[in-house]
């Protein structure tokens, strides 16, 4: 189980990111906090796994939140996620800097923030079973980010971030894999609209096409969510 904290100066914004956390498997909220001494008291009393934090906070920006946990020997195994409205490169560059794992840029939706935790709690699974690491090791933990963490705003189209999640978590569902047609039914829309979503999703690499041949006709194309 990753123990989450999550730091946002808006309650309700931090209330939704904890929803979001929660509600996905192997997550769960060790604590929230509002401003940045909160944040490193929650730090310093619960020993999370993970910490999502925003730049920008009352008392001091999170970035320096972040250094400090790291200036202190029992938070330098603490992963961070930086979810904030802040664009500035400036401000990128200073939390990679200070060793976030990555850079959520508002507004997202709930797919693209799972995704990213997905990462960093698999990340840290790696870690945790390597005896020692080899060239190609390295190589995977370093320059592998999770395909299609895309906002809202990137979605072709004609494409909504709710049906997408929708979608996605229908066909999480089935690990043996969903025609459009029985993903249509499974999650109660239509079977054009799954097959519109199962085909970008196959278009970024998250969904696996097979085709499955029976008697007369075209063969069925199946898809399979790729973990």
């Known amino acids: 189980m990753t123990r989450v904290l999550v730091v946002d100066d808006d309650f309700m914004v931090a209330k939704l990111h904890s929803r979001y956390v929660a509600s996905l498997d192997g997550f769960t909220v060790a604590g929230v906090a509002h401003t940045g001494a909160e944040a490193l008291r929650?730090?310093?009393?619960l020993r999370p796994d993970l910490v999502l934090l925003d730049v920008y906070l009352p008392d001091m920006d999170g970035i320096s939140v972040l250094r400090r946990m790291r200036e202190r020997e029992e938070h330098r195994q603490v992963d961070?996620?930086?979810i904030t409205a802040?664009?500035?490169?400036?401000?990128?560059?200073?939390a990679l800097r200070a060793?976030?794992?990555?850079?959520?840029?508002k507004p997202f939706d709930r797919a693209a923030l799972q995704e990213q935790l997905r990462h960093a709690a698999a990340l840290r699974a790696r870690l945790d079973t390597l005896g020692e690491a080899s060239q190609e090791d390295v190589d995977q933990i370093f320059g592998t980010r999770p395909r299609g963490a895309r906002s809202r705003e990137q979605l072709p189209k004609g494409l909504a971030a709710h049906t997408a999640s929708l979608?996605?978590?229908t066909l999480r569902g089935h690990a043996e894999g969903l025609s459009a047609a029985?993903?249509?039914e499974a999650g109660a829309f239509s079977r054009v609209s799954a097959r519109r979503y199962l085909e970008y999703f196959a278009e970024t690499g998250r969904v696996e096409v097979t085709l499955r041949y029976g008697g007369t006709g075209r063969p069925e194309r199946r898809y399979r969510w790729i973990d």
């Open 42 to 45: 929650a730090a310093d009393a």
């Open 80 to 82: 961070a996620l930086f």
């Open 86 to 94: 802040a664009k500035d490169p400036h401000a990128v560059r200073a």
């Open 99 to 105: 060793g976030a794992l990555h850079y959520l840029i």
């Open 167 to 169: 979608v996605e978590r």
């Open 182 to 184: 029985e993903c249509a």
